[in-house]
């Protein structure tokens, strides 16, 4: 199995952040554990939307993770964990990260070389030691300014590249994260700036994917502007696909068919976060995307805030597809394709 959708700042057991939080003595307002715990706890009742979702949980883990040994030992247990709560009867072979490098720097305190570093030797060590492929996706942020995400963009180029230490990929590609409401993903002037910033990174060979059509902010419009403005091999979730009607709808299929763009679907979050209102509206896109042959992956997004993993997401997928459950087969097969690690393709 493979997860190419999951994020540093919401797969790290709190358990693992408070010992580092401890050990590092940084002041923050966790006082104990349970504080931190309870704070990472999540109340669907007071989530309303994507927002909510990303306000509440993520500048703290950000703060926690943001020095070198603490963002190297989160990479390092986002995979261990994530490999050991796969099971046995189909373990996780290979994962890409993704992280806001420039989050994790505490206002330049740190320096970001220092951070990337670490998280690449975390990696490098959980690659080793569960003989998992991995490789990192820096994400850029919605809510930066095109200055600091063109530091992102250029620190991806410097660190990719760097060639596979026994399964460890280093950078291996570029997310666009961050709030929809903020409507970017429908403002062409902006897409414009982006794309052309990514551009020498897609030409180095580095993978580009993009959150949009998470909701209904940004919407099947969204997706037809980044699609049209970013070209991103994959999509981080997509899932407004299914609102698209008329000729926005075959335009956009045919875009996603033709180009084999492959949507990120991570059912849990978008139930959590309002995007749907049950996992029928999945299985029904899963319907959708398979038979106008567009690629798809099941994926965890945030497992630990969330408490899922990528069984899970797996099982929950299945059921909802009932007598079409087969059909989250192919999940693994386009992972497996469209994942930025070299050498996994062989593997399910
Ligand atoms: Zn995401």
Redesign the pocket.
């Known amino acids: 199995m493979i997860d190419l959708?999951i994020?540093m700042g919401g797969a790290v057991p709190a358990a693992v952040l408070w010992e580092l939080l401890s050990d590092s003595g940084l002041q923050t307002d966790f006082k104990t554990f349970d504080e931190l715990e309870e704070y990472l706890t999540v109340r669907p009742e007071a989530i309303h939307n994507l927002d909510d979702f990303l306000n509440r949980y993520f500048h703290g883990t950000e703060l926690i993770q943001s020095s070198p040994r603490t963002a190297s030992e989160s990479a390092y247990q986002l995979v261990a964990k994530a490999y050991r709560r796969s099971g046995r009867a189909g373990r996780m072979h290979a994962v890409e990260i993704?992280y806001n490098p420039l989050k994790r720097v505490r206002e330049g305190l740190h320096t970001l070389d220092a951070i990337i570093l670490a998280t690449i030797h975390g990696l490098e060590r959980a690659s080793m030691h569960y003989r998992v492929q991995t490789g990192i996706l820096f994400s850029m942020g919605k809510e930066f300014s095109h200055e600091r995400n063109a530091i992102i963009v250029n620190a991806a180029m410097d660190f990719g590249g760097r060639g596979a230490l026994k399964g460890a990929h280093g950078v291996v590609g570029i997310d666009m994260?961050g709030p929809e409401s903020l409507l970017n993903d429908s403002n062409v002037e902006w897409l414009k700036v982006v794309g052309k910033m990514i551009e020498p990174a897609r030409e180095r060979g580095l993978g580009i994917t993009w959150?949009v059509g998470?909701t209904a902010h940004s919407g099947p419009d969204g997706m037809e502007a980044v699609l049209e403005w970013i070209r991103p091999q994959r999509i981080?979730?997509g899932i407004e696909l299914r609102k698209a009607e008329g000729k926005q709808k075959e335009r956009l299929c045919k875009t996603l068919r033709e180009r084999q763009v492959c949507l990120e679907i991570?059912p849990s979050?978008n139930l959590i976060t309002g995007s749907i209102l049950n996992l029928r509206e999945i299985a029904d896109l899963i319907r959708l995307l398979t038979s106008e042959g567009i690629p798809f992956c099941i994926n965890t997004?945030?497992p630990y805030i969330i408490q899922t993993n990528l069984r899970q997401e797996y099982d929950l997928v299945a059921k909802a597809l009932g007598e079409d459950a087969q059909l989250i087969n192919q999940s693994h097969h386009h992972a497996s394709m469209h994942s930025f690690l070299a050498g996994v393709r062989n593997r399910h």
Do not use: K, Q
Request: glycine share 8%.
């Open positions: 959708h994020h993704r994260a959150h998470e981080g979730h991570c979050v997004d945030n």
